[in-house]
């Protein structure tokens, strides 16, 4: 076994990120390019990103080594805490052992700075001095606004719209990093122009924002932010579950089942390929992976696995994935995090290998179940998080009713800090549950490219 994956440093930080390209018994379908249909070359990704985020997207190493400046940054929050939900056990009186990796004690409040001090570092590195993103519930953007202070970086950041107006906290946030914050979608560009020619009072979309970013990239000294999908994002997110291993090893535990809620695949990854690769190399083989989705946008367990855009103009290169299609419009629920038309190559891949058992859950239960976590252990779940929670909970409850003590570890990616308001809305009786629209998915499906 290679001890790279474990303490390295003395406070328990990994150095080196895990490639789980490296143990997969079958590659990823390639990325096309979405004028040839052939693929794509690192030359073609060049106008977006540094070409050591290009290698890494690409690599199929197993370990990378993290740079001293992004561990130096790292330690300012990281190692993160693993903590053992006794309240919540005792409040559930399940025979189960429940941990969660905590990953709000961020500066941004989220996993997300992991892999966005990672990009800006690198961007940072090639002599880029501004950044165009996208970010749904603002977890991400707030993260590369940090990041982007840290490295002198510029950054502007194209904001769904439902969620500019649902978390006007969040939009602060990255404005007090320096970040420039534009709702979506906006007259700036011409995908967005297009979209509110046609939607005027469009909410917006993942999708949307991507086009709108991606469009801005127009010079040699700005270039493109991602925070979850590609490769090279769910690489650098997996110093959770390594710590995590390092953590459970020193209580004596490993998990019995995985549990990380899923958008785009950053936060379910980073928790999750550490122990799947471990399963991979037959180190484990009895665990379980369960991914968690919103079913108002159930990608995993509705979308098509096939190839699509990862964004809504189709400017992006065509990567095959579960997809709800990209023209699909998600129903405006808190969790923006998770409101993405498709899912990670990747980790699409990984499911359809088998390794991966997927739910999706409507918005109402996973409150109920924030708030029942946030009033035992304390801790105030972002709405993404909470259906990681959810799912954690319903586990446990089925080791209740069967008799067996199983050890359950989820990721509880952000806090809810910044969500107020979507609290106040469920205890006011202001939310509802929706499901996906299954006409308009059949509309965007009908749409994809015709390279399937």
């Known amino acids: 076994m290679e001890t790279i994956k474990y303490t390295l440093t003395e406070d328990q930080m990994p150095t080196a990120w895990y490639n789980i390209q490296a143990d997969l ?12 249909g052939q693929p794509i070359t690192p030359s073609d990704l060049e106008p977006l990103f540094p070409m050591e985020l290009i290698v890494q997207e690409v690599s199929q190493e197993r370990w990378i080594e993290i740079p001293k400046q992004v561990q130096s940054i790292y330690r300012q929050w990281r190692p993160t805490p693993l903590y ?10 399940t025979s189960a052992k429940i941990y969660y990796k905590y990953e709000g004690v961020s500066p941004a409040g989220s996993h997300k700075p992991n892999t966005a001090v990672a990009q800006a570092y690198y961007n940072k590195q090639a002599g880029i001095k501004r950044l165009t993103t996208e970010t749904g519930a603002g977890q991400w953007g707030s993260s590369l606004a940090f990041a982007g202070a840290l490295f002198g970086l510029e950054v502007v950041v194209y904001m769904v719209k439902v969620s500019y107006r649902q978390k006007p906290y969040r939009r602060a946030l990255m404005e007090a990093y320096g970040a420039k914050v534009i709702a979506s979608p906006s007259e700036e560009t011409a ?7 046609q939607f005027p009072e469009s909410n917006g979309s993942l999708g949307i924002a991507i086009s709108e970013a991606v469009e801005a990239v127009q010079d040699q000294h700005t270039k493109y932010a991602l925070g979850s999908v590609l490769n090279h994002v769910l690489l650098h997110q997996t110093v959770i579950g390594y710590e995590a291993i390092a953590q459970l090893e020193q209580a004596g535990d490993y998990p019995d089942i995985v549990v990380g809620c899923t958008g785009g695949g950053s936060n379910f990854a980073g928790i999750a390929f550490p122990f799947i690769g471990a399963k991979l190399r037959g180190e484990q083989n009895n665990i379980r992976f369960v991914a968690v989705e919103p079913a108002a946008c159930p990608t995993l367990t509705k979308g098509k696995y096939t190839y699509d855009f990862g964004d809504t103009a189709h400017l992006t290169p065509l990567v095959k994935m579960h997809t709800l299609g990209n023209s699909f419009m998600p129903e405006g629920v808190h969790a923006g995090g998770l409101r993405y038309h498709g899912m990670a190559p990747l980790l699409s891949h990984i499911v359809e290998l088998g390794l991966i058992e997927t739910r999706a859950e409507p918005q109402l239960s996973c409150f109920a179940a924030g708030l029942t976590f946030a009033r035992v ?7 993404e998080a909470n259906h990681a929670v959810k799912a954690a909970i319903d586990e446990a409850l089925c080791c209740k009713e069967e008799g067996t003590s199983k050890t359950i570890l989820f990721n509880l990616c952000g806090h809810g800090h910044f969500d107020m308001q979507a609290y106040m809305d469920y205890q006011a009786g202001l939310l509802r549950d929706t499901e996906y629209n299954a ?9 994809l490219p015709v390279f399937n």
Request: hydrophobic letters at 45%; proline letters at 13%.
């Open 377 to 383: 252990e304390g801790i105030l779940p972002a709405p």
């Open 84 to 93: 053992r939900a006794r309240r919540l056990e005792q409040a559930l009186d």
């Open 191 to 197: 995908a967005g122009r297009k979209i509110l020619a």
């Open 25 to 36: 018994p079958t590659s990823m379908p390639p990325v096309l390019h979405p004028g040839t």
């Open 439 to 447: 006409e308009e998915v059949a509309m965007a499906l009908a749409g």
